[in-house]
T-cell receptor, first 116, second 115 residues
Framework: NAGVTQTPKFRILKIGQSMTLQCTQD?????MYWYRQDPGMGLKLIYY???????DKGEVPNGYNVSRSTTEDFPLRLELAAPSQTSVYFC???????????????FGSGTRLTVV | AQTVTQSQPEMSVQEAETVTLSCTYD???????LFWYKQPPSRQMILVIR??????QNATENRFSVNFQKAAKSFSLKISDSQLGDTAMYFC????????????FGKGTLLTVNP
């Protein structure tokens, strides 16, 4: 199994541009997440989804949007990129409920985004 | 809201020695799960070990073990016989479950294993 696949791995954006970070999982996980990782700050939750058609905000949602039309895909959209969005972005997925506690997340390999 | 604190931003250890990384957390719940994730320079997040709060026995995975002190809300990671490949950022994470779906991560500890 491929697990969680994120694309692209690296991207440089100019201020004001938009882009979509892609995330696909093939494990039939109900839950999916987007985190951003900044140096010395750990991982902060941007958005999450508990199933197709259901999304909700995390700790740092401003400047981002998500959709979940299928179980497999959970793209993250950046509108009007700003330097503050320079970060490493991780997509993750998990089984629901207690299974997340037992098995944790499966992470993608991350996207390093630089906004200049 | 749950919080996870890793008080050691950086640590170093000599190869073959033992090192302990600290983690404390704050919660009012009695049932939850705790994790340690490793992030090597490749950036990939790798699950190292996990602990269920209702289990008193400390989890172990080969050279990795935890010291789980529920009353003190402490969850430290011990790495025995440290290897160069253990050099990585280590994140402690908390999961409550129920209606709270997300993992809460600490800020991480950068561990360097020296030859």
């Amino acid at each position: 199994n491929a697990g969680v696949t994120q694309t692209p791995k690296f991207r440089i954006l100019k201020i004001g541009q938009s882009m979509t970070l892609q995330c696909t999982q093939d494990m039939n996980h109900n839950y999916m997440y987007w985190y951003r990782q900044d140096p010395g700050m750990g991982l902060k939750l941007i958005y999450y989804s508990v199933g197709a058609g259901i999304t909700d905000k995390g700790e740092v949602p401003n400047g981002y949007n998500v959709s979940r039309s299928t179980t497999e895909d959970f793209p993250l959209r950046l509108e009007l990129a700003a330097p503050s969005q320079t970060s490493v972005y991780f997509c993750a997925s998990s089984l629901q409920g207690t299974a997340t506690g037992l098995y944790g997340y499966t992470f993608g390999s991350g996207t390093r985004l630089t906004v200049v | 809201a749950q919080t996870v604190t890793q008080s050691q931003p950086e640590m170093s250890v000599q190869e073959a020695e033992t090192v302990t990384l600290s983690c404390t957390y704050d919660t009012s719940e009695s049932n939850y799960y705790l994790f340690w994730y490793k992030q090597p320079p490749s950036r990939q997040m790798i699950l190292v070990i996990r602990q269920e709060a209702y289990k008193q026995q400390n989890a172990t995975e080969n050279r990795f073990s935890v010291n789980f002190q529920k009353a003190a809300k402490s969850f430290s990671l011990k790495i025995s016989d440290s290897q160069l490949g253990d050099t990585a950022m280590y994140f402690c994470a908390f999961y409550q479950g129920g209606s709270n779906y997300k993992l809460t991560f600490g800020k991480g500890t950068l561990l360097t294993v020296n030859p």
